[in-house]
């Protein structure tokens, strides 16, 4: 399937401003980026772009019905929706948010999709929505939704609506739920950056309860890889399921960064669990693979390597001012 006007949503993002660059470097298509930037979303990551001809930003929230409208009036064959509230902290302080942007903003978007005959939706969502698993298995598209936090229960709730408007309305929606991403432009509040900018600083480095905490890393070169294979040859209707195939535990993963900056481990520094922290995440990636011929082609050791020499070559990334990171050290 081709298309010739792509509407990305929270473009300003981690996620969303890699894609755009993807995608205009791979393809000849027009890219909406409609970002409300927020704390996360920094103009900055595509500042380079802002004379692309094939690029076009407009600053708005996926909330507010009239500002979706009016984009969609200028023509929309395809929806990425990357806009979401995504912090697990910020949602257990504050889920209102998260409920307004994520439930209420992906069901303006569906309602403005169905309305204007989109060829094609791709809700991108977590693996999150599953919940947590034991020290065996893996996720997969089968598996049920048992969220455990307020960001992944909007999530999963979005996930719904979204299956919902292709069981109901027939939209071509496709949803793909991806594990942790790492690369750059990630805001810096995040495990990785934090991790990095923090050792860098020589400050500690912040680990919640035993650090044992085990996650599925993935580059996000290959999320986008992954997400532009399901835009390209996706079926309505189905979920697939994205993971690096890098299972790490937190505390696994600040050695590594600390082994790379060559700094000593006990800048390490335990603190008191977060409230419904999931203990492990693992996907299966058989699906997306089989039907898509998707794999990642990043090492978990080579992706960190070359997200580390990113951080280290862009120290204003890490500024105080980007967010709370410095001044709430306890929290990623």
């Known amino acids: 399937m081709s298309f010739k006007r792509i509407l990305v949503t929270g473009g300003m993002g981690f996620i969303g401003s890699n894609l755009i660059r993807y995608l205009l470097h791979r393809y000849d298509y027009t890219i909406v980026n409609l970002d409300k930037v927020t704390y996360a979303g920094n103009p900055a990551n595509l500042a380079d772009l802002s ?3 094939n690029y076009c930003f407009i600053r708005g929230d996926i909330a507010c019905r009239r500002t979706v409208r009016r984009v969609f009036n200028r023509g929309v064959d395809l929806v990425v929706n990357l806009a979401a509230e995504t912090h697990v902290d910020r949602s257990i302080n504050d889920s209102a948010a998260f409920v307004r942007t994520n439930v209420a903003g992906t069901q303006n ?5 169905r309305c204007y005959g989109v060829k094609g939706f ?3 969502s977590t693996d999150e929505v599953y919940g947590s698993l034991g020290e065996d298995g893996r996720f ?3 598996s049920p ?5 307020p960001y992944a229960a909007s999530k999963a709730g979005a996930d719904c ?3 919902a408007y292709h069981r109901t309305y027939g939209l071509p929606v496709m949803i793909t739920r991806c594990s942790n991403n790492y690369g750059p432009y990630q805001y810096p509040e995040k495990f990785i950056p934090l991790l990095i900018s923090n050792a860098l600083a020589g400050r500690p480095l912040p680990l919640y309860g035993d650090g044992q905490q085990v996650r599925d890393w993935i580059h996000v070169e290959d999320h986008c890889r992954a997400l532009d294979a399901v835009m390209h040859g996706g079926k309505p209707g189905e979920v697939y399921n994205i993971g690096g195939g890098g299972e790490l535990s ?3 993963v600040a050695m590594a960064v600390l082994e790379l900056l060559g700094k000593p481990a006990d800048l390490i520094t335990f ?10 995440y693992a996907i299966d990636a058989t699906k997306i693979a089989t039907e898509l011929q998707w794999f990642p082609l990043h090492s978990f050791q080579a992706g960190l390597q070359a997200t580390v020499r990113w951080y280290q070559a862009h120290p204003e990334w890490c500024n105080p001012e980007l967010g709370v990171v410095f001044k709430r050290r306890d929290r990623y």
């Open 140 to 142: 997969d598209e089968g």
């Open 122 to 124: 791709v809700q991108v």
């Open 109 to 113: 978007l569906l309602e403005a999709a």
């Open 271 to 280: 603190v008191p669990d977060r409230p419904g922290h999931d203990r492990r």
């Open 161 to 163: 609506l979204a299956r």
């Open 250 to 252: 937190n505390l696994q």
């Open 51 to 53: 004379s692309h001809p």
């Open 145 to 149: 939704l048992k969220p455990n936090n």
